[in-house]
């Protein structure tokens, strides 16, 4: 039975990332934010994102119903990978998480999550499970907000594949946005987060918010106005340390996500 609800779990514990996921925002580096997030990433067929919705949307029914003590945050990226970044406070935090799905298995019934990981499995090309960091000394916060983050659900998400052995050079740089930001009075935060176990490291990606992906844009004009050439010799640097560089954009999806109640 445990071996099988091994293999089921992954139909529970749906799904990154960024804050990209608290409930306000994937982090702004407030005292005792969580730091490090456990990742599901779902490759989904496109002709079954409705079914797979479905199955999610069923699946935090089970985990309200039975109070699950774990939050995660569901993001779909724009090229159908689903994402789910689950806070916690360090890598044995994971085995009681799965001790506390193993409990709700048990009240669920086998027939059921057998036939939910079916399901689950109809809908996905393959999945995996990593880990990252959230970083609050290399990411910027906004004095002036544009918008609460409510109102904030598409997320902007550059992945930057760092060249081995530069991470230190990298992370000053990333220091160096953050003064040009600052120096600017950027109007929209981001965070930035460090591939761990799991991931293809060096790893580091940037979350960014807005209203809509034309919101970003725009915004992206008003601020390349202010920064100026310095952007451009701050890019062009960063650049030369990535041996792969990535854009992802998506959208925060707080009605497949799911918070417990409170005790």
């Given amino acids: 039975m445990r071996k099988l609800f091994m293999n089921l779990l992954l139909v529970i514990l749906f799904c990154f990332v960024a804050n990209l996921c608290a409930s306000s925002s994937l982090a702004q580096g407030e005292e005792g934010k969580p ?5 599901q990433e779902f490759a989904v067929k496109p002709y079954k994102v409705a079914d797979f919705e479905t199955n999610m949307k069923e699946t935090a029914s089970i985990y309200s119903e039975h109070n699950l003590p774990y939050s995660y945050y569901v993001i779909n990226m ?27 298995f048990d009240k669920v019934g086998k027939e059921k999550i057998q036939e939910m990981h079916k399901r689950h499995g109809d809908t996905i090309e393959h999945q995996k499970s990593y880990f990252i960091r959230f970083s609050p000394e290399l990411s910027y916060t906004s004095e002036n907000p544009r918008f609460e983050p409510e109102e904030a659900n598409f997320v902007y998400i550059p992945h930057l594949y760092v060249k081995p052995g530069k991470e230190s050079e990298f992370e000053e740089i990333c220091k160096e946005w953050v003064a040009l930001d600052t120096s600017v009075n950027r109007a929209d935060s981001y965070e930035l987060f460090v591939g761990d176990i799991g991931t293809e490291m060096p790893f580091y990606f940037w979350v960014a918010r807005a209203k ?40 925060y999806r707080p009605d497949l996500s799911y918070t417990p109640k409170e005790k």
Wanted: aromatic share 18%; glycine share 6%; net charge negative.
């Fill in 35 to 39: 730091r490090l997030y456990f990742v």
């Fill in 78 to 104: 724009n090229d159908y990978h689903y994402a789910a970044l689950f806070p916690i406070k360090n890598y044995g935090d994971v085995d009681d998480m799965y001790m506390a799905v193993f409990e709700i």
């Fill in 212 to 251: 809509s992906a034309a919101d970003f844009y725009k915004q992206q004009e008003v601020y390349g106005s202010k920064g100026g050439e310095k952007i451009m010799d701050l890019w062009n640097r960063t650049m030369a340390l990535c041996r792969k560089y990535d854009e992802k954009s998506g959208m």
